[in-house]
C-alpha cells in the first residue's frame, strides 16, 4: 500500500506570495492533519480534515487555510508569505473514524520564504 | 492545552550500548505515538502505544497511562539509530483530532 505522498517536496518563494501545498492520504485514510516543523517551535499542529470537515485548528493566523476534498486528499495554502513560514510542512493520515488512530506521516515539503 | 516532556534532550552512546527514552505527558491521553525522524525529516512510526508494552526488534515501548509516563528502549544500539524521536499524544476533550509533539530526543551513536 502507498504511503502519504506530499507535493512538492521543495519550494522557494518571495515573501508576499502565495503557496499551496498538496497532501494524498494512504488509500482508505480519511483524516489528514497538516504539522509546521521549525527549529525554534519544533512540531505544531495546523489543521485536521474528516469527510471534507475541519475538526480542529491550531493556533495560526488566518493566512493559513486549508480543505479537502470528496476523495480525501487535501490542500493547505498560505497567503502573504512571511521570512517566519519557512519550515517543513508535513502532512499525515489515518483511518479517523474514532480520531484516536495511529497517524502516518508523508515526506514532508520543505518550505524557503525569501 | 496538553503539554508532553521528553528526556532527555540529547544522548550520546557508543555502538552496542542500551539507552532508554522518556516521555511525560499531563493529562488523560487516546493516543500516544513514538516517531523517528529521519535525516531527511520523514517521521517513522516506531509504535503506536496509549498503554501497555510493546516490541518491536531491537526497540521496545511501555506507556502507564495512568502515571502518565512513557519510555522508549533501544538495546544494541547501531549508528543507524541516530537521530531524533519524538513522542507525541492525542489528548482528550479540546486537544482531539492533534497530535501535540515533544521536544524531541536527539540521539547520536557513534561507531
Known sequence: ?114 | GIQVEQSPPDLILQEGANSTLRCNFSDSVNNLQWFHQNPWGQLINLFYIPSGTKQNGRLSATTVATERYSLLYISSSQTTDSGVYFCAVEGRGGSNYKLTFGKGTLLTVNP
Open chain 1, 1 to 114: 500500500k502507498a504511503g502519504v505522498t506530499q507535493t512538492p517536496r521543495y519550494l522557494i518563494k518571495t515573501r508576499g506570495q502565495q503557496v499551496t501545498l498538496s497532501c494524498s492520504p494512504i488509500s482508505g485514510h480519511r483524516s489528514v492533519s497538516w504539522y509546521q516543523q521549525t527549529p525554534g517551535q519544533g512540531l505544531q499542529f495546523l489543521f485536521e480534515y474528516f469527510s471534507e470537515t475541519q475538526r480542529n485548528k491550531g493556533n495560526f493566523p488566518g493566512r493559513f487555510s486549508g480543505r479537502q476534498f470528496s476523495n480525501s486528499r487535501s490542500e493547505m495554502n498560505v497567503s502573504t508569505l512571511e521570512l517566519g513560514d519557512s519550515a517543513l510542512y508535513l502532512c499525515a493520515s489515518s483511518l479517523g473514524g474514532t480520531g484516536s488512530d495511529e497517524q502516518y506521516f508523508g515526506p514532508g515539503t520543505r518550505l524557503t520564504v525569501t
